[in-house]
Each structure stands twice: as C-alpha cells, then as structure tokens.
C-alpha cells in the first residue's frame, strides 16, 4: 500500500502543513458538541515519523472531543525544552532511548513517557544501491570518491550527534569526511540529485523512513555498533498529562503500530496522493487499518 513519492512532495507537503496548521486547530468535536479540552501537539514536519503520528493524533483525539493545535518546531533540542516547559503537551514520535537519550538526560524530570507504538527503530548510513561498497569499514581511505563529505540532516538532530560524535571517529572517518549539515529536505534533494546522475553519495538515514523504499538504497552495515542500537519510538508528553487529561494518555498508551501500518500511514501522509490532504490520507489510512487495531476510531 506505500506509495512511492518525491522530494518535491516532502517539500510541498511541508509547505502546506505550515500554512495550514501554524497557530491553527482541528476540533473534530465529540457527538454531542462538547469539547473536552484542547491537546498541543510539537512536532518536526522534517521528520516524517512524528508528522504522520500527529495527523493520526489530530484525527483520532479530534474524534474523542478534543480540540487539536499542532505547533511545528524545527529543532529536536526546542521541541525537548517546549515539552519540558509545558509550551505544549505532547510530541508524537520520540527517540528517547537512543538517540534522543541526551534531550532526555536533560530534561526527563519534566517529561511523562505515555508509552511506545512502535519497536525496531535504527539510524544508519547509507548509499544508493548501486555504489560498490557494503559496510561503513569501507568508507575508510575512499573518501575523494564521495568529495570527502557524508550528507547530513539538521545539525540538532540526534542521528547528526550520533554520526559526528560515534560513528565517524570509531571508523577513523572524521579526518577524511565531513558531515555536511543542513535539513532533511536538503539531504533528500542532494540524494535525489546524485541517483539521477547515478554519482557516488553516502547520506545519514533511519528506519522506519518512507525514503528506504522511495529511493533504490541500501543501509551500510555497521559491524562495530556505532550508529546505537534498535529503539523504539515513544510518545512523550509534559509532566502531569496523565493525571490532567486521563483519557487521552489512556488512549494514546495503547497504540501500536507494526511495520506494515506504520508504513502504510508514512506513505500516504507524505505521498504524492494526499500530499495537500492528509487528513483524507489519516481516512484512507483507517479504511484500511482501522479494524486491524480494534483502539482506534475510524469514524
């Protein structure tokens, strides 16, 4: 059921989620017209994992009787410290066990972890598949076939900590390469650019990301364990959500998402289909999916 989508969709879809969303709300009101109250989500639209669980969010506390209002961030260390500050209520696609493990030595005190939806996560290096090579040992002394530069996402993020600070220097690659920093966005047009003229490129990546399947890619291997271990994603919220709102936390605890819905729900968020509707991708998501995980509500 995923689709297969472009850069230019990612950008344009951002584009319309700032415009629609920014200081804007959803209140898909419960049956009898009451509103519960309203839940903040904070997410990065870079980073499609927490898009796409914030739609689904919008949609189904929406549909409970809450209003929505769905504030964009665009650095993971602001979304950390808005969460912790109470400047909004929930961010709804976390890394807090690895690479996210910094933002939450600093800030967990005033974090509630509501449980994680999906297991198995990983950062990784990767490259298109047909460049040469099967393992991040073998970047080692081949850096002028990549201009010495391994292709980054925003500087703040996790997987750039994790690359720079680890992975690079347990390989013996941060004398020869440079990690170039910039945003999600500007890493997907550099990829989408280098496969078209079939040139070299190794680029930092993550599962589950719709851009595995959208772009011909293979992960690199890391025999020495230097891009963390697999991790789960959680959603976090500010400390004393449980107790304020019950029936969202309650809610929220129980979902889980395998590989297939998880990725069914990426695809279509950001593909080319829904890409100015994602509310009607969250429908055509539920349609599919909604039986198969008997907490959600599909209508």
């Known amino acids: 059921m995923q689709k297969k989508r472009t850069i230019a969709g990612v950008i344009a879809l951002g584009a319309a989620a700032s415009l629609a969303l920014a200081g804007c709300s959803s209140d898909g009101g419960s049956a009898d017209g009451d509103d519960k109250g309203t839940v903040k989500l904070g997410y990065l639209p870079a980073w499609t994992d927490g898009l796409s669980t914030a739609y689904l969010l919008e949609d189904q506390l929406g549909k409970m009787g809450y209003t929505v209002e769905m504030d964009e961030l665009t650095e993971a260390g602001v979304l950390y410290a808005g969460l912790a500050g109470g400047d909004f209520d929930i961010y709804p696609s976390a890394w807090p066990e690895v690479t996210h493990a910094s933002y939450m030595e600093q800030y967990s005190s005033d974090i509630e972890d509501l449980g994680a939806y999906y297991d198995g996560a990983v950062l990784t290096m990767a490259v298109p598949d047909y460049v040469d090579i099967d393992s991040i ?8 076939r990549f ?3 391994i292709i980054g996402i925003e500087p703040g993020a996790g997987l750039t900590k994790q690359t720079q600070e680890v992975a690079m220097p347990e390989y013996g690659l941060d004398s020869d390469y ?22 070299d490129v190794v680029v930092t990546l993550w599962r589950p990301f719709w851009a595995n399947d959208a772009f011909p ?41 395998d590989d297939e819905a998880y990725g069914a729900l990426e695809g279509l968020v950001t593909g080319d289909e829904y890409k100015n509707d994602p509310e009607g991708a969250v429908d055509a998501w539920l349609e599919e999916y909604g039986d198969a995980y008997p907490g959600l509500i599909a209508s």
């Open 137 to 144: 040992e073998d970047l080692a002394g081949d850096a002028k």
């Open 147 to 149: 201009d010495g530069q």
């Open 178 to 199: 440079e990690l170039v920093t910039s945003s999600t966005a500007t890493m997907l047009a550099t990829l989408q650019d280098k496969i078209k003229s079939q040139e």
């Open 217 to 257: 890619m293979k992960d690199l291997a890391d025999p020495k364990g230097a891009m963390g271990d697999p991790e789960s994603l959680h959603f976090l919220a500010k400390q004393g959500f449980s107790e304020e709102m019950p029936e969202v936390a309650d809610y929220i605890a129980k979902i889980k998402l």
